[in-house]
C-alpha cells in the first residue's frame, strides 16, 4: 500500500513538473514571437515613415524651384502667363503636400527628418523590451531545466536549455 502511493506521488509530482516546464517553454515561445511582431512593426512603421518623408521632401524641393523660378520672373517683370503657370504649379504642389500631410497626420506637428528618428526611436525601444523579455523567459527556463528536481524531469521528458540569442547575454 506504501508503494502505491509513493507512486502515485511521484505520478502527481512528475506531472506537475511537466506542467510547469511546458507552461514555460510556452511563455518562452510567446515572447519569441512579440519579439518578431515588434521587428516586423518597426520594420513597417519606418517603412511608410520613410516613404512620407521622401516624398515630402520632394515636393519640398520642387516647391523651392518653382518659387526660386516665380522669384526670377517677378524681378524681371517677365510675362503674365508665365508666372500664372508657375503660381498654378505652385498651388498644385501645395494641395499635394496638404495631402501627404493629410496620409501622414504626424507630419503636420512635426518636422519630418525629427519624425522618423522619434519613430525609429520608439519601435527600436519596443523591440528592445520584448528582447529583453525573451532573455529573461530564455534565463528562467533554463534555470528551471538545470535545477533539482526539475532538471531530473527535464532530462526525462526531452526539455532542453535553449541558448540565448547572438548578442544577448
Known amino acids: 500500500m506504501m508503494t502505491f502511493f509513493v507512486i502515485l506521488c511521484l505520478g502527481f509530482f512528475s506531472r506537475h513538473v511537466y506542467n510547469e516546464l511546458r507552461d514555460e517553454e510556452h511563455l518562452l515561445h510567446i515572447a519569441h514571437g512579440k519579439v518578431e511582431v515588434e521587428m516586423q512593426r518597426r520594420q513597417d512603421a519606418v517603412t511608410r515613415c520613410r516613404r512620407a518623408v521622401e516624398r515630402y521632401r520632394e515636393i519640398e524641393g520642387r516647391i523651392h524651384g518653382h518659387l526660386v523660378t516665380l522669384g526670377g520672373l517677378t524681378r524681371s517683370r517677365g510675362n503674365n502667363t508665365a508666372?500664372?503657370?508657375?503660381?498654378?504649379?505652385?498651388?498644385?504642389?501645395?494641395?499635394?503636400?496638404?495631402?501627404?500631410?493629410?496620409?501622414?497626420?504626424?507630419?503636420?506637428?512635426?518636422?519630418?527628418?525629427a519624425l522618423l528618428m522619434e519613430i525609429i526611436q520608439e519601435s527600436g525601444g519596443?523591440?528592445?523590451?520584448?528582447?529583453?523579455?525573451?532573455?529573461?523567459?530564455?534565463?528562467e527556463y533554463n534555470v528551471m531545466c538545470r535545477i533539482f528536481p526539475y532538471g531530473i524531469f527535464a532530462w526525462i521528458f526531452g526539455f532542453r536549455e535553449e541558448h540565448f540569442p547572438a548578442g544577448a547575454r
Do not use: G, Q
Request: glycine share 0%; net charge positive.
Open 126 to 139: 519596443r523591440v528592445t523590451r520584448e528582447r529583453l523579455n525573451y532573455n529573461e523567459r530564455v534565463y
Open 83 to 113: 508666372r500664372s503657370r508657375e503660381k498654378n504649379e505652385l498651388l498644385e504642389l501645395m494641395r499635394e503636400l496638404e495631402m501627404v500631410k493629410e496620409h501622414y497626420p504626424a507630419l503636420k506637428a512635426k518636422d519630418p527628418y
